[in-house]
């Protein structure tokens, strides 16, 4: 069951509460009688488990190196080599004589 946290509009004390989704909200500060509001923060998440973590995808725990694509080069020595952009020459349109024979 979560805890929910008021505050008294009044007194401006604090209660905790720890409450089903169905009960109703608090209302009345058990203090001085004014009217409670619920508090909202920040919620604390804690991720449990495999797939959360950058390191999770480097391979197992049994200190075997993760596999590489076949694309990849194999061999350490073997730098690879930038890419490049290839300029193709731009065809100009086939001349034509505009003549009048008139």
Request: overall charge neutral; hydrophobic content about 25%.
């Amino acid at each position: 069951m979560p805890t929910y946290e008021y505050e008294c509009q009044s007194c401006h004390q604090h209660v905790e509460a720890v409450q089903k989704f169905s009960d109703p909200d608090l209302t009345v500060c058990a203090h001085c009688g004014g009217e409670l509001r619920k508090v909202f923060s920040a919620v604390g998440i804690v991720f449990k488990g495999s797939g959360f973590y950058k390191t999770d995808s480097r391979g197992s725990s049994s200190g075997t190196p993760p596999s590489t694509p076949a694309s990849a080069p194999t061999s350490p020595t073997t730098p690879a080599a930038p890419a490049t952009e290839k300029k193709v020459p731009e065809k100009s349109a086939p001349a034509t004589s505009a003549t009048n024979s008139d």
